[in-house]
Structures are given as C-alpha cells and as structure tokens.
C-alpha cells in the first residue's frame, strides 16, 4: 500500500488556540490513508493536542523558540531537523515571526514547497512586534504560496502591493460547523451543571493576551452587571495575562460573578450556554470564535477593527472601540432578547465548513505533482 504523502505543520506549539483548533478540524477532515500531518513546535512539554496527534499517525517534533540573540543557533537547529526529515510534501508555517528563516531551510533541504499562513492582522505591542514586522520583511519572497485568514491579515504581513498584486490567497479560518449547531438540550444540560438556571450569560473564548482586551470587556461587563444583578461572565481560555484579569475583577468589585474556565476541549457545549458573546478585540485575523458562535445563534458584539469578513449572519454588529463600557453595556442589554436557532447553512454558505475547505488545502498540497503554478 503506498505511503501517504506527508505535510508539517510548524507552529508555536500545540494548546488550545484558535490556529491549531483549526488545523486539527483540517486533520481530522483529511483522507489519512493519503495524507498526514507533522507538527514542528516551538515549545518544551507535552500540550493538549499532541496524544490526538499521534493517534491520528502524526508526528511532533520540537525546537527551541526563536529569541533573537539565538540566531545562529536557531538557524542551526533548524539545518539539523531539516536535514534528518525532509521526506515532507510541503512545509506550512502558521509562525510566521520566524518563517523567512524556517522555509528557505526547508526548501535547500529538498522540501518541494513552502507555504506561509498568516492568521492575524496584527503584531504585539513593543520590541516584539518591531522583530516580528522586519522577520516579516522577506516573508513573500520566500514561500510559494502566501496564504492568510482574512484580507486584512494579509495586507498586515504580504503587504497592500502584494495583495493587489492577487500574490496572496485568503482561505477563512474555517470549523467543523456541525459540531456548534444550537442545541436547546445541551443548553439546558449546560446551564445546569454551570448552575447558571436564571442568569443572563456573557461569554467570551480567547487567550488571555493583550489583543483580546480583557480588561475594556471586564469593564463592560461591570457596567452590564450594575444593571442586571443576574448576569455573569463566562472566561475560557488560559494565558499570561490571566492573573491580571483576576486581579481587574476583584478591583472591580464583580469577581464574584466572573468565571475563569480555562481551556475546553468542548467549547461547542459552552457556546450553548452563552446568552450573548462579547469580543471586543485590539486586532485578529479572522476570530473562529466569532463563527462557532454564530454558528450556535449566539447575538455577537465585537469591535470594529475585527474583519468585516467575519459578519457571515445578521447575529454579528460591529461597534467602536471609541464608544465607553456603558455604551458597549447598553447595547447588548437592548439586543439581549432574541429567539436562538442554528446558523449552519449560513455559516457553510460563507465558505466557514471545513469539510469544503479541506478539498482546497489537498489541492494546494497537491499541486505540485503535476507542475501547476501557484499564487506566488
């Protein structure tokens, strides 16, 4: 029986984000018998999705995380990996702070293509972010296909010319949208045992990092919770900034009525249990949050600096950052009653399915037995 062709992924590392959510929807919708996944890490332990991963045949491999004054030794690690495996169809970099190293190794060792994937429209903050926009530089010169999740993400790493060039192609960050059609049996199963019977739910799925705002949605939800003594605040995800958002709430004087969950490896059933979600990101890419809970029926209010291309139903308003807390408070509870039903064709007729979106991954993978030429 012949081997399946392989492709590795490189990334971060393995948690429960949104990218590698969404790569691991795309490797369980995959044909494995013809194709599988690897994973090359930036990270030191075991994470959520590795067990999964090789239970689906794939491998994880680890390096070091890139640090600037670990250049060389970077480079060198990567010369090392790439010259023990090198056996892969294609090398698909989500990390791209790093890419315009990590690809052109690849390429010299014999990997026949290399494919970038932006997945934000944005850098952090500081130093961080000035790094990342010069490593980005030659970041289109470098791979064959230039991919991203929305056109803003694009035009932020590729640049306008790049884009208008038509040298970058945008494939949504797509879901298993079956999985988040609304429920009212979970929903109540759900409310149940959160022991949230009576409440008005405010939810809100992300890592705790500064693009995701946590402290301006903590003060929403303090002017929100001032009105409606029954509301509450449902937190999943985990990150470096989530000491500091519990630390906001207790100063706030709503701790009690915030709930930190962590990561959920069945965040489909807690979308159930949300009334409303709030987003108000700094800046994404393109949020899968915001689709799952559309998906689900959930009403959205998220920040205007969020992809338009997000919008996929009439569930999802757009709204300014540079209204206060109480005008972001006083419109969710003015749109707080709606009748809740799925939004699962909506969501596969944007093109959000990733049962469609899969075929169009295998095709560019594929691409390259038969000499087709690529985006860039």
Known sequence: MKEP?????????????????????????????????????????????????????????????????????????????????????????????????????????????????????????????????????????????????????????????????GRTEVIPNAIDAKKYVYDAAVREEMRRRLKLEGKFVIGHVGSFRSPKNHVFLLQIFFEIYKRQKNAVLLLLGEGVLMETVKKRAEELGIAQAVFFLGNQAEVSRYYQAFDYLLFPSLYEGLPGTVVEAQTAGLRCLISDTITQEVGITDLTTFYSLQKTAAEWADYIIAHSAYERTGRLLEVKRAGFDIEEQAKRYQEIYGGIDDGADNVS
Not at 9 to 26: F, K
Not at 115 to 143: C, D, E, F, Q, W
Request: glycine letters at 8%.
């Open 5 to 165: 062709v392989r492709i590795l992924h490189v990334l971060g590392g393995l948690s429960l984000g949104g990218a590698e959510s969404r790569i691991m929807d795309l490797y369980r919708s995959i044909d494995r018998e013809k194709m599988q996944f690897d994973f090359l890490v930036h990270s030191s332990g075991e994470e959520h999705f590795d067990k999964e991963i090789k239970s689906l045949g794939g491998n994880v491999y680890r390096i070091p995380r890139f640090k600037v004054y670990n250049w060389f030794g970077y480079r060198k690690a990567l010369k090392r990996f790439f010259a023990a495996h090198h056996d892969f169809r294609a090398v698909h970099g989500h990390m791209t702070s790093t890419a315009s190293i990590y690809l052109p190794i690849a390429k010299r060792a014999g990997v026949p293509l290399a494919i970038a994937h932006v997945r934000s429209a944005g850098v952090p903050a500081g130093i961080k972010g000035i790094v990342t926009r010069i490593l980005r530089l030659p970041l289109k010169y470098k791979a064959d296909y230039c991919l991203a999740c929305s056109k803003d993400a694009a035009i932020s790493a590729y640049g306008r010319r790049w884009v208008k060039k």
